[in-house]
């Protein structure tokens, strides 16, 4: 459990973003072209240089025909690719997929893309807009059936009701996201929100409301990677991966299968996390916790070692910064400095790799964290995707 050969090996050199929106108005496969052009330009090679592919559709993406690893090869028009794969729509696994293309030798370059797509159940502009309207999935689920946003409702209800949570307190996850997205251009909503905004949100499926819930958006990130050797020619500072992990249980197939909140893929994740970092919670930076609902956060805060089980809900008003209006671990660690899932849009962890890559190189502008060398990202849910990376710059 211990071994981590590729510890410190990759490098990721290269970021591109379109920014994130509510009514792109463009296509899956125009967004990504564009992430993929600029995250090529950022790291300073060629497309000839590039020597895998890896695609990593956002939910709603999926279900299209979506534009994956052959159709960027195509429309980028990429000359010399040897390995090539569609991923986990969740960020850190289609990265561990080029990690592992770098190391094996496939290749010198990978390029990674993730788009998101809103699909007509997301929105009623999507739902007019004729390119989407037949677009079929969650909306087509029987009534009877637990999956998906469904099961997560489920499950928070059960966390509320065991640990005497406050909806004052879940309100924290999404204000914090909020408040750091102000300063973020890339960021689908940036108008300020307070907790008596987030109490007052429309109830979808209770206990959680609108302001709970990852926002569907238009658009897409991009990112180069290469070995740490071939990273110390590149434009900025080396952004190396340190670590880098997924977890997976015997109850992850469907979320209402789940056996308990006391294990789930979060668990295998975070025992690879410590087992195989160097860096711990000490050494934190800045954090990125997953918030597609808000008390997926709460959980990643308890499971990484912040706090006791059942304790995630105090601890957010212990560690809030109230003059700000955002959460601050131990009054120094911001956590989603981008705004997150809940306000820069529901990327699956896209945009909290982007955004650590700058915080890292030193060119996050107004959210700078200043010195920041350890960013520590918790990525995913309980079931099927939960996640880690580990991002340090030397």
Avoid at 193 to 213: C, F, G, Q
Avoid at 308 to 330: Q, S, V, Y
């Amino acid at each position: 459990m211990t071994h981590n050969r590729m510890k410190n090996e990759i490098a990721i050199i290269g970021i591109g973003s379109t920014g994130y929106s509510r009514s792109g108005g463009r296509t899956a496969k125009s967004l990504a072209a564009e992430a993929a052009v600029l995250a090529i330009r950022d790291a300073g090679v060629k497309r000839e240089d590039i020597g895998a592919v890896v695609s990593a559709p956002g939910p709603g993406s999926w279900l299209l025909v979506p534009p994956g690893s052959t159709e960027m090869v195509a429309t980028l028009r990429l000359p010399n690719i040897t390995y090539f794969t569609d991923g986990n729509g969740v960020m850190v696994a289609p990265l561990m997929d080029a990690m592992n293309a770098i190391y094996a030798g496939l290749c010198d370059y990978a390029l990674v893309f993730h788009y998101n797509f809103r699909s007509p159940f997301n929105s009623k502009l999507a739902a007019a807009d004729p390119f989407r309207r037949n677009i079929k999935g969650y909306d087509t689920l029987p009534p009877e059936t637990v999956k998906n946003a469904a099961a997560y409702a489920a499950w928070a209800s059960r966390y509320i009701h065991d640990n005497n949570v406050k909806r004052e307190q879940l309100a924290r996850v999404a204000v914090n996201s909020r408040t750091n997205a102000v300063d973020n251009p890339l960021a689908a909503m940036r108008t300020p929100l307070t907790i008596e905004d987030y109490l007052k949100a429309r109830m979808v499926r209770d206990p959680l409301s609108m302001l709970d819930m990852d926002l569907p958006v238009d658009g897409a990130d991009a990112f180069v990677l290469t070995s740490a050797e071939r990273a110390r020619s590149a434009p900025y500072p080396r952004v190396l991966i340190h670590h880098a992990s997924q977890g997976l249980c015997e109850t992850a197939f469907d979320e209402d299968q789940l056996g308990s909140l006391a294990h789930h893929g979060q668990d295998v994740v975070v025992k690879q996390l410590w087992a195989k970092s160097e860096r711990t919670l000490k050494d934190v930076d800045v954090a990125y916790l997953y918030e597609g609902f808000t008390f997926i956060t709460l959980s990643w805060i308890e499971k990484l070692g912040w706090c006791a089980p059942g304790k995630a809900g105090r601890f957010l008003e212990e560690h809030w910064d109230a003059a700000n209006n955002r959460l601050m671990i131990d009054g120094k660690i911001p956590v989603n400095t981008q705004g997150g899932m809940l306000s820069e849009g529901g990327t699956q962890g896209a945009g909290f790799v982007r955004d650590a890559v700058k915080q890292l190189r030193g060119t996050a502008g107004p959210h700078q964290v200043q010195g920041a060398r350890t960013a520590l990202l918790a990525v995913g849910g309980f079931f099927y995707n939960a996640q880690s990376m580990v991002l340090i710059r030397e």
